[in-house]
């Protein structure tokens, strides 16, 4: 398993910014797709952005020109870009490893953290 720890969230108001990280621990690291999941209270968790092993990266409509995921490889690390922050973009937001982007949030592969706190707020 690919042990995963979320940082980087915090209070920001609408408008601005705030860039998550997800370390990573394992084996094979880079052969894995990587992702964010975000959860608010009384919804079910969403993909909010997949990159794979190759560097493609795929996003959910809703951050789509405002979110920006990459990944370093020698860092073990993957990284969310979250730029014109809405209060709608409030949640616990997650990282997660898998062998696909299909399997983002029902994968064996990554074993998840507690997640970081984002509280768009004014």
């Given at each position: 398993?690919?042990?995963?720890v979320e ?7 609408p408008?601005?910014?705030l ?5 990573a621990s394992?084996?094979?690291f880079?052969i894995?797709?990587?992702g964010?999941y975000?959860?608010?209270?009384g919804k079910?968790?969403?993909l909010?952005?997949?990159?794979t092993?190759?560097g ?5 409509d ?7 995921i990459s990944?370093?490889?020698g860092r073990y ?13 409030t949640?616990?937001?997650y990282?997660d490893a898998?062998?696909a ?7 064996p592969?990554g074993?998840w ?9 004014s």
């Amino acid at each position: 398993q690919v042990q995963l720890v979320e940082s980087g969230g915090g209070l920001v108001q609408p408008g601005g910014s705030l860039r998550l990280s997800c370390a990573a621990s394992g084996s094979a690291f880079s052969i894995y797709a990587l992702g964010w999941y975000r959860q608010a209270p009384g919804k079910q968790r969403e993909l909010v952005a997949g990159i794979t092993s190759g560097g493609s990266t795929r996003y959910a409509d809703s951050v789509k020109g405002r979110f920006t995921i990459s990944r370093d490889n020698g860092r073990y690390t993957v990284y969310l870009q979250m730029n014109l922050l809405k209060p709608e973009d409030t949640a616990v937001y997650y990282c997660d490893a898998a062998r696909a982007l299909s399997e983002l949030g029902f994968s064996p592969v990554g074993s998840w953290g507690q997640g970081t706190q984002v509280t768009v707020s004014s």
